[in-house]
């Protein structure tokens, strides 16, 4: 994905829409699958020598629900937010920072690949979960608790009994 840097006159303000596939954006995460393309709204906005970005990167995940294996599609919406300066290095003091990237002014475009690879990783859940009250996998049967009962009954042990276990064991 690209801005172009050539059609950007004074005063100059523009809505971009882009969308590319994942695979073309060389966005790889393991276990994430990306079948729609990602999506990108951005509007660019020049003051003086700087074209200021602002927007929002949005793309759909199939991940694998880290309680109940099932896959399903997560919904990713991050913010875009950085400041291209065209005066590039001839620009005394001013250095690139986070956000903050300084383009030769004989560039024609700039492209923001990797500032969205890093956004959509950055919004990926830890802890992917189909629903927020996803009732998982029974441990003793497998069986997904969201689409039946199994009637398995978890045998709990009697913590005080452990506690006593423990002091026999030591006393033997
Ligand atoms: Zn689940
Ligand atoms: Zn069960």
Redesign the pocket.
Same mark, same amino acid.
Do not use: A, L, S
């Given at each position: 994905m690209k801005i172009d840097l050539k059609r950007t006159p004074e005063d100059f303000s523009q809505k971009l829409n882009l969308k590319e596939s994942a695979e073309v954006l060389g966005l790889k995460v393991e276990d994430v699958t990306f079948e729609d393309p990602i999506q990108v709204e951005l509007s660019v906005t020049k003051s003086q020598d700087q074209l200021i970005c602002r927007g929002k990167v949005k793309a759909s995940a199939k991940m694998e629900c880290s309680r109940c294996l099932v896959k399903y599609d997560q919904k990713l919406s991050s913010d875009l937010d950085f400041v291209v300066d065209l005066t590039g290095n001839s620009a005394e003091g001013r250095s690139e920072s986070e956000g903050y990237f300084l383009v030769d002014p004989a560039s024609t475009f700039f492209e923001i690949d990797q500032l969205v690879r890093e956004a959509i990783i950055l919004c990926l859940p830890l802890k992917p979960l189909c629903s927020e009250d996803c009732k998982g996998l =029974?441990p003793? =049967?497998g069986?997904d608790l969201n689409k039946s009962q =199994?009637g =398995?009954v978890e045998e709990k042990t009697d913590p005080r009994w452990d506690q006593l276990k423990g002091l026999l064991k030591r006393k033997l």
């Open positions: =029974c003793i =049967c069986t =199994c =398995c």
